[in-house]
C-alpha cells in the first residue's frame, strides 16, 4: 500500500507544534515592535506625567473654589449657640482657674508674713502684763526693784502692805503724828509725802497713791534704812 505522506518528511508531535507556534508568535512581537517610531513611545511615556499634571492643577483650581464655602460653614458653625456657650464656658473656666491661681498666690503671700510676723514676735522680748490687783502689784513692784537692785521678797512686801494699809492703795492716815504735823501717810506702805518724793523710782508715776510706784518707793526706803523690807515687822 501507498502512504499519502510526503516523503521526506515525518508528522509532528504536539510539543513540537507548540515550540515553532511560539517561535512565530515571538518573531511577529520582534517585527511589530520594531514598526513602531520611537516619537510615539516618548510620547506614550510623557502621557502619565502630563495627565498628573493636569490632575493636579484641576485639583487646586477645586480647593480654591472650595475655600470660600468652607470659611462659610466654619463661621457658621461657630455662630451657632452651642458653639458660642461652649466657647464662653472655656472662656470663664479659664479665668476662674487665673482667679483661684492669683487667691492662692495671696494666700501664700499672708502665710508667708504671718509666719515671718510670729517668728519676729517670739525673738522679740515682751513686756509682761500684770494684773491690776495687789498680786500684781507686788510682782510687778519686784520686777522693777530687782532692775534698780533693789532688795525684798514677796512675802516681806505682802505682809507690810497688810498690815500698813490693807491692801488699800488709796489709803490714808489722818491721826498718827504725821498727820498732826500735816504730812500724813498715804498708800499701800502708808508713806509720808517727802519720803516717797526722796525715794522715788525713775520709771514709775511720780503718784503717791500709785501702788507700784508707792511700793517700790517704800521698799527702796527700807532697804536704805533697815537693808530689806523683809526686815520691817513693824510701823517705820
Known sequence: MFSSRTPGLSRLNKTQKASMAGVAAAGIAAVTFSLVPTTAVAAESQAPVQSRTTSTVSTSAT??????????????????????????????????EKTKAAEAVAKAKADAQ???????????????????????????????MKKHKIPGSYEGL???????SSGNPKAINLWDINARNGIPSKGLLQVIPPTFKAYHVKGTPFDIYDPVA???????????????????????
Not at 517670739?122 to 491690776?132: E, G, W
Not at 533697815?226 to 510701823?235: F, H, I, K, L, P
Open 63 to 96: 480647593d480654591s473654589a472650595r475655600t470660600p464655602a468652607v470659611s462659610a460653614i466654619i463661621a457658621k458653625q461657630f455662630s451657632s449657640p452651642d458653639i458660642a456657650a461652649k466657647v464662653q464656658s472655656v472662656v470663664q473656666k479659664t479665668a476662674s
Open 114 to 144: 504671718k509666719r515671718a510676723d510670729e517668728a519676729a514676735n517670739r525673738s522679740t522680748v515682751r513686756k509682761p502684763v500684770y494684773k491690776n490687783n495687789l498680786d500684781g502689784w507686788i510682782k510687778e513692784s519686784l520686777a522693777i
Open 158 to 164: 505682802h505682809r507690810n502692805i497688810i498690815r500698813e
Open 214 to 236: 508707792n511700793i517700790v518707793a517704800a521698799a527702796n526706803y527700807a532697804a536704805d534704812r533697815y537693808g530689806s523690807m523683809d526686815n520691817v515687822n513693824s510701823a517705820y
